[in-house]
């Protein structure tokens, strides 16, 4: 029981780590490669999207621990594209301007918002139709893959916003470069205690339902869930904590046409 368990663990932050590489690459090089290169990789990797969502429905009737794991890839599949398609600039927002250093609040925040307008759509858009057909069925191993990256990202979203001591920008692709701009550099704000004690409450949660699990599928299962909402609370700490885990994908990138000089390399995490 042990192994499995184990197995699923590292299966999740194998995932995580690979799933963030290969997105990084493809669209390093397209930034190498420029022109429309970031709109043809998009497209073509619509077939791992098709793919993932075939394999988001053909799960939810599984019982196994077999359909726990495609659940799981498919949904990580699914948000990869579309992470994709952002880091891509393809599907952002209207907004592609730096925001000015001295403007109100309010013109901030609609300018930030304008930067990920459409991506957020979408991904709220796909969580609706997971959530429509997938609520109440046997397996809900994907659907709760996808709210848990989907509220973890607003989370990151929002600290960025609010300010944090640590940003990373060494992985900004060139489509969005006018996307740091909108972050805030502070010592503290106020809603990180509270995203991390969710974060925090929903590992707990998923580690009580592993131990309280009857049936090993479900085992399997809900450690994936545990293993993805600690990584989502590593990645809230890595905002304050100065560790360079972006060594963790550096080595694996292609060299950028130009190197930023605005960039610390003490000063950045992984995404």
């Known amino acids: 029981m042990i192994g499995l368990i184990g197995i699923a663990v590292l299966c999740a932050f194998f995932a995580w780590w690979m799933s963030t590489g290969a997105i990084l690459v493809a669209v390093r090089l397209a930034d190498r490669r420029g022109q429309d290169t970031h709109v043809k990789i998009v497209l073509l990797a619509m077939g791992l999207l098709m793919i993932g969502l075939w394999g988001y429905r053909s799960s939810l009737m599984g019982d196994d621990i077999g359909a726990s794991y495609i ?96 940003i990373n920008t060494e992985f900004i692709p060139e489509k969005l470069k006018h996307l740091p701009s909108h972050f805030r550099q502070t010592s503290f704000n106020s809603f990180f205690p509270i995203a991390v004690t969710i974060l925090t409450f929903a590992v707990a949660c998923w580690v009580e339902r592993v131990i309280w699990a009857t049936t090993m599928a479900d085992k399997v299962g809900f450690s994936l869930l545990a293993a993805l909402s600690a990584l989502a609370l590593i990645e809230h700490w890595l905002m304050v904590v100065p560790l360079p885990d972006a060594k963790l994908w550096r080595w694996m990138l292609p060299a950028p046409n130009n190197l930023r000089k605005d960039i610390k390399s003490e000063d950045i995490h992984g995404l």
Not at 95 to 103: C, D, F, G, S, T
Not at 107 to 122: P, Q
Not at 142 to 147: D, N, P, Y
Request: glycine letters at 10%.
């Open 71 to 166: 659940a799981f890839f498919s949904a990580l599949v699914i948000w990869g594209w579309i992470e994709l398609a952002f880091l891509s600039g393809v599907i952002t927002g209207p907004n592609r301007l730096a925001a000015p250093e001295k403007i109100s609040e309010w013109e901030r925040f609609t300018r930030a918002w304008g930067t990920v307008a459409y991506h957020e759509i979408l991904l709220f858009v796909v969580l609706l139709w997971m959530i429509y057909v997938g609520w109440g069925q046997e397996n809900g191993v994907g659907l709760w893959t996808f709210i848990v990256l989907y509220f973890a990202r607003i989370s990151a979203k929002l600290n960025l916003y609010f300010g944090v001591p640590r």
